[in-house]
């Protein structure tokens, strides 16, 4: 320790000292390396340290402080503005803040004139319109990048097959159960017509026995709720099976060519660290989709 | 005789405890089925509450026996009504899975829910630390390195720095003081409670002993041992920290509900006359005998009597129509399988009736524990206005240029 305390003397040493701390995968320990090197003031090039603050408490899962660091960097050091804020915007995208990541993209699309730099933001974009299964959107963004095949292939998503929300609950609302089996969902579609036809034949029987009280419980608790049940089921499952089809789109898409930025990659390329897997989204989970699973709603 | 009349009475007991076992078990099958069949099919969203109904009359049933279990669950399903969630952060408090979050463990008669602990940590504000502009040159391991990254809301990194800085052999004692005594803030921060006490019974002796002492009690109220609290706060000489001290083995005495003893303690100091004027007598309650006995007699009406009329009408609504159903079925027994359905409804009324008197027992415990936490809120509204915390000045010599560290790394 005390070996490298001595070896701390000089700026020049003490990032050293922090580049090896980082190259053994120490990122807190070099986070607080060239944060004393920036508190010194004597280092020759304070953004790139900055960048290499960043990069490190990014790594260390310190996302906020890395953010901070990074746009700090920027705004201290305009040629490092593009490393930083893609950085920034990887940082949010992996953190899964998709909106606050795409901001990040459009305010750095503004400073950026170097067109090979833009098409890589509006790429990036693209990608964060796809997460959001935006269509159109990433492939008007995909071209405006230059990619004329993968905005090709996105458009071709829009051609899947899809079922119509509003038909499914206008089915269902006639028979139901059928919204249910048009959207995909034949078993919960059959349930329900035995269930609400059962509620409706028991209120039938009931009202031609002359047994109103009877009729009256089982149309309003049982037949009404099922009914109703129906013809939310219907929507719900539709809009959810247009959603299934894009993600599978996307995923059968992402197969045959990988479509996620490599946000780190100017930036590890400027402050010569390596990046880590922890940092990059594709690494960091391996032939995994990254698209937003909707979590099932649970029933009562 | 008496041996066979004994054996009778022992297998019947047997076969009734058999039964009952059995009702629950199957009473959970039921409640499984459902869950598993008709729940999806009437659409999503149909409980306002996480746990739901079904899951929560099943771990009722499963925690407490088959029939508090489901006097429970009806309790449920009566406060399962439009008006829930307006109740939002008054009974029911915080969501889970985007609905109200009332778990059983909350309505358990005779088993009081332990209040949550507020956690309140007291500790140095980011921007009271000694942090000025870096000058060029400065030494790196330095304390005003440990300043800089407290000031940037660095804490576990600060406490790090400020204890390089104590272990430094030729470190002034001075500021040996000020870096242990701030290693405690930062770890009291970075809600290390433990460490932040070891840092600070380090300073525990000569000028910053009333502070280590502080800090000490601090750090056991952010941890709510609020009897160990005190008993650091006893041991500060008298005179030192005057008003911190007794605010603060006051508010110590708030977050156990002990609002008289608190009074009387803010009584001592006439910086605190505000929070001693709060007058603990004035705390409205309702009585859970009287509520349980109103709605024993009209449904509802004691969930009314302890703040919560849309589920005493709701209550009452449901009783009252089940009652009547049941009361027509009875009427026109002559009509063929009526016996069922007069029994269903006999059950229904019974039970809805039986959660209802229940849930009015509950609702006027949850309103007493409402009023306190009120008063305890309005309590630290007023203690928040008051600074509380330390002040390092005398330790650290100037506010704005601290004392410069000597230590073993200078270059």
């Known amino acids: ?300 | 005789m008496m041996r066979r009349s004994f054996c009778v009475l022992a297998m019947s007991a047997a076969l009734a405890s058999a039964g009952y076992d059995a009702l629950a078990v199957s009473g959970s099958w039921l409640i499984d089925g459902y869950k598993a069949v008709l729940s999806p099919l009437q659409g999503r969203r149909m409980c306002n509450f996480w746990p739901t109904c079904s899951r929560f009359t099943r771990e009722a049933i499963q925690s407490q026996g088959l029939l508090p279990g489901v006097v429970i669950g009806a309790d449920r399903l009566l406060r399962c009504n439009p008006w829930a969630w307006n109740l939002l952060d008054q009974h029911y408090r915080g969501i889970s899975q985007d609905r109200l979050n009332d778990p059983v463990g909350n309505h358990i008669a005779w088993d009081p829910p332990g209040e949550p602990a507020g956690l309140t940590v007291l500790a140095l504000q980011p921007e009271d630390a000694v942090a000025d502009r870096p000058a060029p040159g400065r030494s790196a391991a330095s304390l005003p390195f440990a300043d800089h990254l407290y000031a940037n809301q660095d804490f576990a990194r600060a406490a790090t720095e400020y204890l390089r800085v104590y272990l430094t052999p030729s470190t002034l004692p001075r500021t040996r003081d000020y870096a242990t005594l701030m290693a405690g803030e930062s770890f009291l921060r970075s809600g290390e409670f433990g460490r932040a006490r070891l840092a600070f019974a380090q300073a525990d002796r000569g000028q910053t002993a009333g502070l280590a002492l502080y800090g000490n009690a601090r750090a056991w109220f952010a941890e709510a041992g609020y009897e160990n609290a005190r008993s650091a706060l006893d041991k500060i000489k008298n005179g030192e920290l005057a008003t911190r001290r007794t605010a603060l083995q006051g508010w110590s005495y708030l977050k156990e509900y002990r609002f008289r003893r608190a009074a009387d303690v803010f009584a001592e100091d006439d910086a605190l006359a505000r929070l001693a004027d709060m007058d603990p007598g004035k705390l409205s309650a309702r009585s859970r005998a009287l509520s349980t006995v109103m709605s024993a007699v009209i449904p509802g009406s004691g969930q009314a009597y302890s703040g919560r009329v849309g589920d005493g009408i709701y209550s009452f609504l449901t009783v009252a129509a089940t009652g009547l159903a049941f009361y027509w079925f009875a009427a026109n027994h002559e009509k063929d399988s009526s016996y069922v359905k007069t029994s269903l409804f006999g059950v229904l009324t019974a039970l809805f009736h039986a959660g209802n008197v229940y849930g009015a027992n509950i609702a006027a415990r949850d309103y007493n524990s409402l009023q306190r936490r009120r008063y305890l809120e309005r309590a630290e509204d007023i203690l928040r206005t008051i600074s509380l915390e330390p002040d390092y000045s005398s330790v650290s010599g100037s506010r704005t240029a601290p004392a410069t560290p000597t230590t073993g790394v200078q270059d």
């Open chain 1, 1 to 300: 320790m005390t070996l490298f305390l001595l070896l701390a003397a000089s700026a020049a040493a003490q990032t050293e000292l922090a580049d090896r701390l980082y190259a053994a995968g120490e990122y807190a320990s070099a986070a607080t390396e060239y944060q004393r090197v920036l508190f010194s003031e004597t280092a020759d090039e304070p953004a790139l340290v900055r960048l290499k603050l960043g990069l490190s408490l990014g790594a260390a899962d310190e996302t906020d402080r890395a953010v901070d660091a990074l746009r700090r960097a920027g705004e201290e050091e305009p040629g490092v503005g593009f490393e930083a804020g893609m950085a920034v915007a990887g940082l949010l995208a992996n953190d899964r803040r998709l909106e606050r990541a795409r901001l990040e993209l459009l305010d750095l699309l503004i400073f950026t004139t170097d067109s090979a730099r833009r098409g890589e933001i509006d790429a990036a974009l693209a990608w964060i319109d796809l997460q959001d299964l935006a269509v159109r959107a990433a492939a008007a963004g995909y071209t405006r990048a230059g990619l004329d095949d993968v905005a090709a292939g996105v458009e071709k998503l829009n051609s899947l097959p899809r079922r119509s929300p509003t038909a499914a609950m206008l089915m269902s609302s006639i028979v139901p159960g059928s919204g249910e089996i048009y959207a995909g969902r034949t078993l919960t579609g059959l349930l329900s017509l035995l269930v609400t036809g059962s509620a409706a034949a028991g209120t039938y029987w009931a009202a031609k026995s002359d047994d109103w009280v009877t009729a009256a419980i089982v149309f309003s608790v049982l037949f009404l709720r099922f009914y109703n049940g129906s013809r939310i089921n219907a929507t719900d499952f539709a809009e959810e099976f247009n959603r299934r089809q894009l993600q599978r789109g996307i995923a059968e898409l992402s197969d045959t060519r990988s479509l996620e930025p490599d946000w780190f990659r100017s930036i590890c390329l400027k402050t010569g660290l390596s990046c880590p897997a922890a940092l990059g989204p594709s690494l960091r989970n391996p032939g995994k989709s990254v698209l937003p699973v909707r979590t099932p709603v649970p029933h009562e």
